[in-house]
C-alpha cells in the first residue's frame, strides 16, 4: 500500500457519461497530480493541484476538469466520454520537502468507455 | 526538462546485473536524473535519483558520466519481479515537492529465468 488510495478500482461506462475518480493522498502530502495512460501508452500529465489550487496543467482535454479539496483529496471529472478515454488514470501525490525522493502513485483507476 | 533517449526493450537473465541505459545530451546544470518503473499496470515507483555523483540505494545503482550526458540504473542481481517498464526522467529539481515529472516511453526490462 503505497498511501494513495484512487477509487474505484475499476470503472466500466457508456459514450456520452460522466464520472468522477477520486484520489486520497498520502497524509501530510499536499500536491496531486492526475495523469492518463492508454493501452501500451506512456503516461501523460493532466493536471496538478497544490494545497487546493491548480498549479500546473498539461494535456487535459475541456472535457476533463479536477479539484482538489480542502482536506486534499482531488477528484478528476471527465464528461462526455468517449470510447478513446478509456485509460488507466493514475494521482500521484508529493510533500513539502519530498521533491528530492519522488512521487508516491496510488495503483489507478481503469476506466473502460463502451 | 530535458529529453532522454532509452532503448526501447531489453532482455536480461535472471540474477545477472540489468544495466539499462539513458542518453540525456541536453541535460543543465541543474537538473537531476531519475528513474522510476512500471510494473505491469501499476503506478510508477521511484527508484533512485542522482544529480552528478553515483548513487545506490537498496533497490539499485546509478551512474552518471563525468559530462552527464548518459547515465545507468544498475540492478545488481535482477528477478523476474523486476520485470517492468523503467523510465529515465530528467528534471530541475527542489524541494518543495510541487513540480511534475514528464514520463518518456522508457524501456521495457523483461527478466528471463
Known amino acids: ?114 | 526538462d530535458a529529453k532522454t533517449t532509452q532503448p526501447p526493450s531489453m532482455d536480461c537473465a535472471e540474477g545477472r546485473a540489468a544495466n539499462l541505459p539513458c542518453n540525456h545530451s541536453t541535460i543543465s546544470g541543474n537538473e537531476y536524473v531519475y528513474w522510476y518503473r512500471q510494473i505491469h499496470s501499476q503506478g510508477p515507483q521511484y527508484i533512485i535519483h542522482g544529480l552528478k555523483n553515483n548513487e545506490t540505494n537498496e533497490m539499485a545503482s546509478l551512474i552518471i558520466t563525468e559530462d552527464r550526458k548518459s547515465s545507468t540504473l544498475i540492478l545488481p542481481h535482477a528477478t523476474l519481479r523486476d520485470t517492468a517498464v523503467y523510465y529515465c526522467i530528467v528534471r530541475v529539481s527542489s524541494n518543495f515537492g510541487n513540480e511534475k515529472l514528464t514520463f518518456g516511453t522508457g524501456t521495457r526490462l523483461t527478466i528471463i529465468p
Not at chain 1, 477509487?7 to 502530502?29: E, F, N, W
Not at chain 1, 496538478?48 to 476533463?64: H, V
Not at chain 1, 500521484?92 to 508516491?104: E, I, K, L
Request: net charge negative; with cysteine; aromatic share 12%.
Open chain 1, 1 to 114: 500500500d503505497s498511501g494513495v488510495t484512487q477509487t474505484p478500482k475499476h470503472l466500466i461506462t457508456a459514450t456520452g457519461q460522466r464520472v468522477t475518480l477520486r484520489c486520497s493522498p498520502r497524509s501530510g502530502d499536499l500536491s496531486v497530480y492526475w495523469y492518463q495512460q492508454s493501452l501500451d501508452q506512456g503516461l501523460q500529465f493532466l493536471i496538478q493541484y497544490y494545497n487546493g489550487e491548480e498549479r500546473a496543467k498539461g494535456n487535459i482535454l475541456e472535457r476533463f476538469s479536477a479539484q482538489q479539496f480542502p482536506d486534499l483529496h482531488s477528484e478528476l471529472n471527465l464528461s462526455s466520454l468517449e470510447l478513446g478515454d478509456s485509460a488507466l488514470y493514475f494521482c500521484a501525490s508529493s510533500a513539502p520537502g519530498q521533491g528530492f525522493y519522488g512521487y508516491t502513485f496510488g495503483s489507478g483507476t481503469r476506466l473502460t468507455v463502451v
